[in-house]
């Protein structure tokens, strides 16, 4: 219960100082270093090379600098789910009180519109359909609550993945930490026109968590245990004196 509740940040002591730019960087993956109890102030899980690897190869399909450097492409240049969430976010933005009618309707117009709104967008009709229907009965988490709305873009989930995938990748040795820097400093210029603020990319951030763990095969109770967890995570970070994210202004 306290991993839930109480997030204090892990401190690497001995890391090596950070530049305002590379803190400004790691900020993008605090919420994950702060879920998952990584450290706050370093590029680093703190794992051995050889674990650092089998996560890589379990998680991500990454297994040497190759596909570490295809990794970041995708999560850069729009394959990390961003254009496929674009296809199906207007539909998803209804309200969870909705009568059997009205939820019926709503699922019907979207299986008639979302195919065609998905070529003209160039993305696969079948796939953006899927997303939909498998978001849709979890698409409150997705929304703001006061007033409700659907979050605008899940870019901030693509940015943290960078940060938390180039944990590994430099514990592994794949890659060496300027090149991971660097593509840390392409996912700033990324997310940065999408939000005004740390709190809204926190709310992109776990919008983006649960449209791809609605598609990845995790059920409601792992989605919500996650969910929660993150969102305690964020509450931290937004609210501690010693947090990046009030360190380091949007």
């Known amino acids: 219960m306290k991993s839930i509740v109480d997030f204090g940040f892990k401190v690497l002591p001995d890391a090596p100082a950070l530049t305002p730019h590379q803190e400004r960087g790691l900020a993008l993956g605090a919420v994950y270093a702060a879920g998952d109890d990584l450290p706050i102030n370093a590029l680093t899980a703190a794992a051995e090379p050889h674990v650092a690897a089998k996560i890589l190869e379990q998680s991500w399909d990454v297994h040497d600098p190759q596909s570490a450097r295809a990794t970041y492409r995708f999560l850069l240049d729009g394959g ?10 207007g539909y998803l933005n209804a309200g969870w009180d909705l009568s059997r009618a009205e939820e019926r309707a709503r699922v019907e117009q979207a299986a008639r519109e979302i195919p ?13 359909l899927t997303y939909f229907q498998s978001a849709w009965p979890l698409r409150a988490m997705m929304q ?4 409700r709305r659907i979050i605008g873009g899940i870019a901030a989930w693509d940015a943290a993945r960078v940060v938390h995938v180039s944990r590994f990748i430099v514990d592994a040795g794949y890659l060496p930490p300027e090149e991971a820097w660097a593509a840390i400093d392409a996912a700033v210029r990324m997310v940065r026109p999408e939000y005004p603020s740390w709190e809204e990319f926190q709310l992109g951030f ?23 967890r993150y969102t305690s995570a964020g509450k931290s970070l937004l609210g501690k004196a010693d947090s990046p994210w009030q360190r380091q202004p949007w």
């Open 80 to 89: 990390g789910h961003r254009a496929v969430y674009a296809c199906v976010r």
């Open 116 to 128: 065609a709104i998905a070529m003209q967008r160039g993305e696969r009709p079948d796939l953006a």
């Open 144 to 147: 703001w609550y006061r007033p």
């Open 206 to 228: 776990l919008a983006g968590q649960v449209f791809w763990q609605s598609n990845a095969g995790f059920d409601a109770q792992e989605i919500s245990t996650d969910h929660r």
